[in-house]
């Protein structure tokens, strides 16, 4: 949903004309307002311009405002990113979906020793953003993956090989970002071994995809879930106001029932694959094992 602001942002690291970028800091840090008493000597690039709405995002606001002149309003700075009054219009949308692909190098498994009982792993990739096209297809995938007591993790690592108590995969959507992971806990003597299946459970949907059986059952769940949530006047809200947020409409249970419907096996195996590639994956883990007891390439799948 786009929304105009008359404000104009600047990136400290994208507005070399403010002065005394240090000093902001420390105000920024508390979350100040910088009122104008505190901005002598600060000069900052503003224009007023011609057309009102300019399709921006944070990152390329700089590059709308080109004169210089000191402002006499209150600034507030909150974190990295300055707010000042002004006169230009600027219409921010939803950002584009980032490329699944990376040419970035693996990111090598990381250990962080602690005196524990057992062996705490997380294992992450990129996810969707709340308005991505896919996003019916990952909640999907997270249902099947280690979405609940029927996933293939939990029967797999759990109920199969009883290496895990607790075990289970978690998508986390914002407005432009998103993150898939899944989390483990173990004993020290099957960390890899459980670490190794969640990897061959991965591959195998990359692969192999799912039937038909599986999906229905994965859709079922969801649907499930989704009518139990509707007893809870508290679910309502946050649903409604998520709608507002991220789509700027009322997304209804229909509409919301048939995607799901649409989700097909084809588009589970091929979303698997962009999510699940190798360059994307890391692993975390927490508790008594050591660095050199993760090989370089465990994440290969």
């Known amino acids: 949903m786009d929304r105009t602001f008359n404000t104009m942002i600047i990136m400290p690291t994208a507005a070399p004309s403010i002065v005394c970028e240090t000093r902001l800091q420390v105000y920024a840090a508390t979350g100040a307002t910088i009122t104008p008493p505190m901005m002598s000597g600060m000069v900052m690039f503003h224009r007023k311009v011609s057309k009102p709405n300019v399709t921006a995002n944070v990152a390329t606001i700089a590059e709308v405002v080109k004169n210089s002149a000191k402002f006499t309003e209150p600034i507030t700075y909150r974190g990295s990113v300055l707010f000042a009054a002004t006169s230009v219009d600027v219409q921010i949308g939803p950002h584009p979906p980032p490329p699944m692909a990376s040419t970035a ?117 969801m649907k499930g879930s989704l009518m139990l949530s509707l007893e809870s006047t508290n679910s309502r809200m946050i649903r409604l106001a998520k709608d507002e947020i991220y789509f700027g409409r009322y997304v209804s249970l229909d509409e919301i029932l048939k995607a799901i419907d649409r989700v097909s096996p084809r588009k589970i195996q091929k979303l698997a694959e962009e999510l699940f590639d190798p360059q994307l994956l890391t692993l975390t883990t927490l508790g008594p094992l050591a660095k050199k007891d993760l090989p370089d390439n465990l994440l290969r799948c």
């Open 105 to 221: 190098p693996p990111v090598k498994p990381k250990a962080r020793r602690k005196p524990l009982e057992q062996i705490h792993f997380c294992l992450g990739t990129r996810g969707l953003a709340q308005n991505h096209p896919d996003r019916y297809a990952a909640y999907t995938l997270n249902t099947l993956l280690g979405g609940g007591v029927s996933s293939r993790l939990f029967q797999e690592v759990r109920e199969n090989k009883g290496w895990a108590y607790s075990i289970y995969s978690v998508l986390s959507s914002y407005k432009d970002a998103g993150l898939f992971s899944v989390y483990a806990a173990t004993s020290l003597e099957t960390a890899l071994k459980a670490i190794r299946l969640v990897l061959k459970e991965i591959k195998q949907i990359k692969e192999k995809g799912v039937n038909s059986t599986e999906l229905d059952k994965a859709k079922g769940h």
